[in-house]
């Protein structure tokens, strides 16, 4: 179902007169109130008045995780400290967490854009909704939470973790739609088997919302078959509002819409800058037309991936995203070869005698780099035969080499000896000390 008719299905020439006026204003604001802003732009010798054409964006600058970690915590904010009803941040690898904050309006805005995200999903009143997404800083439970209260489903805030508690409750409550990182979804999986439960026969549910880190096609479908539903995408980043920035219809299931009367999309090359044509592989770049505490331009998010711009079969008009294949500061390289982690799932997954838990371990041997790929067996896989084993790690290095480029050591480990995670799975171990 589509949850707003009108701007969901804007034609394409409204749509893009709408950014352009939002984003016209976006930018007068933004310089009047935003010192950091003003300084950049006269930096680059542009005007809010120079930008007549959703083309001459490509004259602003950009925005970096680093300016809003140099302006920590409030420096970016555009609207006075009583105006902000929330906070949240997200934790970086190193130093202090990044800082978003929300007017009402924000609020409402994010509301907004995860009902239309559960409406795609076929999700809606008379539905129970299990909210897995940790709650508190991180912007997936709370995101999350307020929109399905909008669009009338009962929630249970049960954030993540404590995986027993989840099944009863799907049990006994009748759940029929829950939301978590995949990978969560799929560990949820096996304590449903070890409970004795099988979530076909046993749960009411018929949807999964899950997203905050790359999956693939193949692991949705494996979701699938386990669960017996229909798993959705969701994408989105704090620093540009949270969950919600683009979603899946259940119609069709390839690629996400993204909310484009709130956010302007680019792709470009991360090394050059440059704005490249849709459909060509590259890094995402928001604009947030409609926030209000923390506006931003031109956000370099990392993300790689390409856009869609064939209309979908769903009616909506917004411009769709492909998966993601991975951070173009999460991609490793490893002896000159680039390598993203979702490139080794999307191999280890096609065999059915291995489960999707892997890790990638990367050293430094002298001056060579070193690639060691841990794989689990999966359920009911044993590791007595030693020859099969052997046999297998042999043929997913060849493809490793042959597809990726890299050699690398497969090591087949028991079923159930890689970490599980209850929110973002870690799949890289990078030892190297460069
Ligand atoms: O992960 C927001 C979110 C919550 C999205 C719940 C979806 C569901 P951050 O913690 O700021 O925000 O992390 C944002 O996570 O730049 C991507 O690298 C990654 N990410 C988020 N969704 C997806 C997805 C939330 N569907 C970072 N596919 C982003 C791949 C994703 N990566």
């Known amino acids: 179902m589509i949850w707003n008719e009108h701007y969901e299905t804007l034609p394409r020439e409204y749509l893009e007169e709408l950014q352009l006026r939002r984003l016209r204003q976006l930018l007068n604001n933004v310089y009047a109130r935003v010192e950091f802003y003003r300084n950049k732009m006269d930096e680059a010798g542009v005007k809010p008045d120079d930008i007549k054409s959703l083309a001459d964006m490509s004259r602003l600058p950009f925005t970096y995780k680093q300016d809003m970690r140099d302006n920590y915590p409030f420096g970016l904010f555009a609207v006075p400290q009583e105006q902000i009803v929330r906070l949240h941040a997200s934790s970086g690898t190193t130093g202090k967490p990044t800082v978003v904050g929300y007017t009402r309006r924000d609020i409402d805005t994010w509301t907004e854009i995860m009902a239309r995200t559960?409406?795609?999903?076929?999700?809606?009143?008379?539905?129970?909704?299990?909210?897995?997404?940790?709650?508190?800083?991180?912007?997936?439970?709370?995101?999350?939470?307020?929109?399905?209260?909008?669009?009338?489903?009962?929630?249970?805030?049960?954030?993540?973790?404590?995986?027993?508690?989840?099944?009863?409750?799907?049990?006994?409550?009748?759940?029929?739609?829950?939301?978590?990182?995949?990978?969560?979804?799929?560990?949820?999986?096996?304590?449903?088997?070890?409970?004795?439960?099988?979530?076909?026969?046993?749960?009411?549910?018929?949807?999964?919302?899950?997203?905050?880190?790359?999956?693939?096609?193949?692991m949705r479908q494996e979701i699938e078959d386990k669960w017996g539903i229909d798993a959705l995408d969701i994408y989105g980043l704090s620093e540009i509002i949270g969950p919600g920035v683009a979603f899946e219809c259940v119609e069709e299931k390839r690629g996400m819409h993204i909310n484009e009367d709130h956010f302007i999309v680019e792709t470009?090359?991360?090394?050059?800058?440059?704005?490249?044509?849709?459909?060509?592989?590259?890094?995402?770049?928001?604009?947030?037309?409609?926030?209000?505490?923390?506006?931003?331009?031109r956000y370099r998010t990392r993300d790689v991936t390409s856009l869609i711009t064939e209309p979908c079969k769903c009616g909506r008009s917004f411009v769709r995203m492909n998966k993601v294949m991975g951070r173009s500061d999460d991609m490793l390289i490893i002896r000159g070869v680039n390598v993203y982690p979702s490139q080794v799932e999307n191999i280890l997954v096609q065999r059915a005698e291995l489960s999707p838990y892997y890790l990638l371990i990367i050293d430094r041997e002298g001056n060579m780099d070193t690639l060691?790929?841990?794989?689990?067996?999966?359920?009911?896989?044993?590791?007595?035969?030693?020859?099969?084993?052997?046999?297998?790690?042999?043929?997913?290095?060849?493809?490793?080499?042959?597809?990726?480029?890299?050699?690398?050591?497969?090591?087949?480990?028991?079923?159930?000896?890689?970490?599980?995670?209850?929110?973002?799975?870690?799949?890289?171990?990078?030892?190297?000390?460069?």
Request: contains cysteine.
């Open 118 to 218: 559960f409406s795609a999903a076929g999700v809606g009143a008379g539905d129970i909704l299990q909210n897995a997404y940790g709650y508190g800083l991180f912007t997936g439970g709370l995101g999350a939470h307020y929109g399905a209260e909008k669009i009338g489903a009962s929630v249970i805030p049960i954030s993540g973790g404590n995986s027993k508690k989840q099944l009863m409750l799907m049990k006994d409550f009748g759940s029929t739609a829950f939301s978590c990182t995949p990978s969560y979804a799929l560990s949820l999986y096996e304590t449903a088997v070890e409970e004795g439960i099988d979530p076909r026969k046993d749960l009411k549910l018929k949807a999964g919302i899950f997203g905050a880190e790359p999956w693939t096609n193949a």
């Open 372 to 434: 060691e790929v841990q794989v689990e067996l999966a359920e009911g896989q044993f590791m007595d035969r030693v020859r099969r084993l052997q046999d297998l790690a042999k043929g997913i290095e060849k493809d490793i080499k042959s597809m990726i480029g890299v050699t690398c050591k497969v090591r087949i480990v028991e079923h159930k000896t890689i970490a599980r995670s209850e929110g973002k799975a870690q799949r890289v171990k990078d030892n190297r000390k460069i």
């Open 268 to 297: 470009i090359n991360p090394e050059t800058g440059e704005v490249l044509p849709n459909g060509e592989e590259g890094e995402l770049v928001f604009t947030t037309i409609t926030k209000e505490a923390i506006p931003l331009i």
